[in-house]
């Protein structure tokens, strides 16, 4: 296979874009934070949206979900019926930038996000997946948006133990949870699983380039 370049945006951990340089390509990760994966050498800290006006041969894509998850419909809702306007234009912002990249000009290209909020009216998602189908015994609904890219297949199935992030309950069992929490963890949680990274490498850039 040629070398590509491949822009991985919104991604500060470097997960996927180690693994696509284990294989040879000239990948680099970029977020407006500095990266926490120990190659600053690949990290562009700049505006992800900057970068759209270059040529690539792939993107893959992990845009801020914050305003725009189902699991912030408690905040959008306060009550019942009643729409957070301020909450809700900051969904449609989230909206927009989650579109830029799925319109990019590129001919490959996956943007990842969870389950939204049905108010946003998301364009339809390619595929779900979950951690467990890739190694991690979690639950953590995905969704993927795919343009000249198939969809993933499953590496590593194994049983989920519960859930990767905490749900707002009284659960007093908390050893079946992943290492995420909820608050103020958002990083830790936006984290891309090594098996699904690893998925994402070998199923979309192909075999090591000579």
Request: hydrophobic share 35%.
């Amino acid at each position: 296979m040629r070398k590509m370049r491949i822009l991985v945006a919104c991604e500060e951990s470097q997960a996927v874009t180690m693994e696509l340089r284990k294989l040879g390509h000239e990948a680099y990760s970029c977020d407006i934070d500095p990266c926490s994966g120990g190659h600053p050498e690949w990290h562009l800290q700049v505006d992800a949206l900057e970068l759209l006006k270059m040529q690539w041969d792939m993107i893959i894509a992990f845009p801020p979900c914050t305003y725009l998850s189902n699991a912030g419909a408690c905040r959008l809702y306060p009550k019942k019926g009643q729409l957070d306007q301020e909450r809700y234009k900051k969904g449609l912002a989230a909206k927009e930038f989650f579109l830029r990249f799925l319109n990019a000009d590129c001919p490959k290209i996956a943007v990842e996000n969870p389950v939204s909020s049905t108010v946003f009216r998301m364009p339809p998602h390619s595929q779900e997946i979950q951690p467990w189908q890739f190694g991690h015994p979690y639950t953590k609904k995905t969704r993927l948006w795919l343009r000249g890219l198939p969809p993933l297949e499953p590496t590593d199935i194994v049983t989920p133990m519960g859930p990767y992030v905490p749900a707002g309950t009284g659960r007093k069992d908390r050893s079946k949870y992943g290492a995420a929490k909820r608050g103020k963890d958002a990083k830790n949680r936006a984290k891309t699983f090594q098996g699904i990274a690893h998925a994402m490498a070998e199923q979309w850039a192909g075999q090591s380039v000579n």
